[in-house]
């Protein structure tokens, strides 16, 4: 394959629905937040066990634990944009390109015999599809589809509710070649991130309609083009079991079903320890650190990882609509201890998220934050009209007050509001925690705009810049959730994104960083590493930063 590749960069892309999942506080502690980006690089790109397929069992059961079932099983939809989803969804889909362990986009045979970037100006990619790769129903995987997804993404009807539009939008064409397996891609203008398109699109009878696009697959899964198929489904009961597909033309899987259940994360030490779920996200959360450790055979591991957590501020109206309030807030909170009671009682490295784009010993990574400093909290306190008035700061005889909008029983992300709650309050700003049921914490007050403050994660891909883009700019993007932006941006992105050239992408990423934190839409706190625990014997799966599960080959060692 003859492929133009950039460095492997860490990025932000999907909502983290493990941040809310319910979860224990952390213990006290005592250890001391690292300042060191580089520590982070103690850590593996991939932890888990790995074994050849002829060293793993045929057959067997995996199950695991999601927070939630599906919203929206089209994960190409704003709905459907959670990590439970795609991990779902991950068993039953794949495309030209998959991520390897380094964070490189590299070619995936069982989808594609090439895929070549034959021109630079304009921007042409040209894609040979396997013939035999097909839909769940036996319909072969046409140039017809990837047409028909573009179509969705673009932005050219604003029926489609699509996650985001970046390098879709950038299309110019997408046309047959030598026969329907031949996909030639024309870019309007150059899009560095093109091989982010290509991990896996919908079948044409998705994304034709709008309605079918946006509404069809709310209790139902988008048609399988993996190893994986459903199974059965039961909303209700918050199960999905998926079996092997009868019509997946690669590599036998060596499990025979993989169970996904519905489990709150207050729950999901206990069904852990009983044998119920052969996985364990862990996370921050202390207590099922201790659990896992406490379970005989269980296998703890600890990845790198591209999920971080921040506040978000809806800058749209109220207070927050003034910068040096936001400005405020980002030097009043103690993100350095919010930091080490995350991540320390877990055994992972306590530092801050420095960086909107980048992770933590990611090439690119600079941190530009705002440092801890109540002093300069009081200063940009002033310089938006408030004056302290005994305990309380003032402008035009109103107290200043805040809220933190958190999903119900969800003990990591109340915790974490928490002590956003303690640092502000201490310093003579109130805030309330407005509790709000889990299921639509997203769909009902996030993406609606619905809040003051929120505290969640995000999750990434291994192609941060163009990925983050829809986070800040524009202000109409499904992803945008602070209603605000800066004009700046726009230019800035387009020009990172139409550059070939990965250190000068670098560098102006690091530009869209200063503006982002000139303006501080959102609060950057820290960087989550992967810790799971795994059942013992289970090997391919588990923590990982980048790589893409092969779940061929996920299953139980041989004895």
């Known amino acids: 394959m003859k492929i133009r590749k950039a460095k492997a960069l860490g990025a932000l892309a999907l909502l983290s629905a493990a941040a809310l999942a319910i979860a224990g506080c952390a213990p006290g502690n005592t250890a001391a937040p690292s300042a060191d980006p580089e520590a982070q690089n103690s850590l593996p790109s991939t932890a888990w066990t790995r074994a050849d397929a002829a060293d793993v069992q045929d057959g067997g059961d995996l199950t695991l634990a999601v927070s939630a ?85 673009n932005g050219s009807n604003e029926e489609y509710v699509p996650v985001s539009t970046s390098g879709w939008d950038q299309i110019s064409s997408i046309e047959q070649g030598e026969d329907e397996f031949n996909v030639v891609i024309t870019f309007s203008s150059i899009y560095a991130d093109w091989q982010s398109l290509l991990l896996y699109i919908l079948p044409a009878s998705v994304a034709s309609d709008p309605t079918t696009f946006n509404t069809g697959y709310t209790s139902q899964a988008v048609p399988s083009s993996g190893p994986f198929r459903v199974a059965s489904l039961d909303n209700t009961a918050g199960i999905v079991t998926l079996e092997r597909n009868p019509n997946w033309w690669g590599e036998t899987p060596k499990l025979d079903t993989v169970v996904f259940r519905a489990v709150s994360q207050d729950q999901q030490g206990s069904s852990f320890s009983n044998g119920e779920i052969d996985g ?30 921040h506040i978000t501020m809806n800058a749209a109206n109220g207070p927050l609509a003034d910068v040096n309030v936001r400005k405020a807030v980002a030097s009043i909170v103690n993100r350095e201890q919010i930091a080490n009671t995350a991540n320390s009682p877990v055994g992972v490295p306590p530092i801050t998220q420095g960086s909107y784009v980048f992770m933590p010993g990611q090439d690119g990574y600079t941190d530009e934050a705002l440092p801890y400093d109540t002093e300069a909290g009081a200063a940009f306190l002033e310089d938006a009209g408030y004056t302290k008035d005994g305990d309380s700061w003032t402008k035009d005889g109103e107290a200043l007050s805040l809220t933190v909008t958190v999903p119900a029983d969800t003990a990591t992300n109340i915790q974490r509001a928490e002590q956003i709650q303690a640092d502000l309050g201490e310093f003579g700003i109130p805030v309330e ?37 829809s986070l800040f700019s524009p202000v109409d993007s499904a992803q945008n959730f602070t209603g605000i932006t800066d004009d700046r941006l726009a230019d800035l992105w387009e020009q990172a994104n139409s550059e070939l050239d990965p250190e000068a992408r670098l560098q102006t990423a690091e530009e869209i960083d ?21 059942k013992e014997g289970l090997v391919n799966w588990g923590a990982t930063q980048f790589e893409t599960i092969d779940w061929t080959i996920v299953g139980f060692a041989n004895s």
Do not use: C
């Open 433 to 469: 925690l407005v509790s709000v049921p889990v299921g639509g914490y997203f769909s009902d007050y996030i993406i609606p705009g619905d809040f003051e403050m929120v505290t969640f994660s995000w999750v990434g891909t291994a192609f941060p810049i163009s990925s983050t883009e």
């Open 514 to 534: 200063k503006v982002l934190w000139e303006y501080v839409p959102i609060i950057p706190i820290a960087p989550l590493p992967n810790v799971y625990a795994v």
């Open 280 to 309: 364990l996200y862990i996370s921050a959360n202390a207590d099922l650190y201790q659990t896992a450790q406490n379970v005989e055979g269980a296998q703890i591991q600890a990845s790198n990882g591209l999920t971080w957590t």
């Open 69 to 153: 079932m599906p919203v929206n099983w089209n994960t190409f939809h704003i709905d459907g944009n959670e990590s439970d989803t795609n991990d779902i969804a991950d068993t039953m889909r794949g495309g030209p390109m998959k991520i390897n362990e380094t964070g490189e986009p590299v070619l995936d045979e069982n989808y594609a015999s090439s895929v070549e970037l034959t021109s630079e100006d304009p921007q042409v990619v040209d894609i040979k599809l396997n013939p035999a790769a097909v839909w769940e129903d036996g319909t072969p995987i046409t140039v017809a589809d990837y047409v028909a997804t573009w179509q969705a993404n």
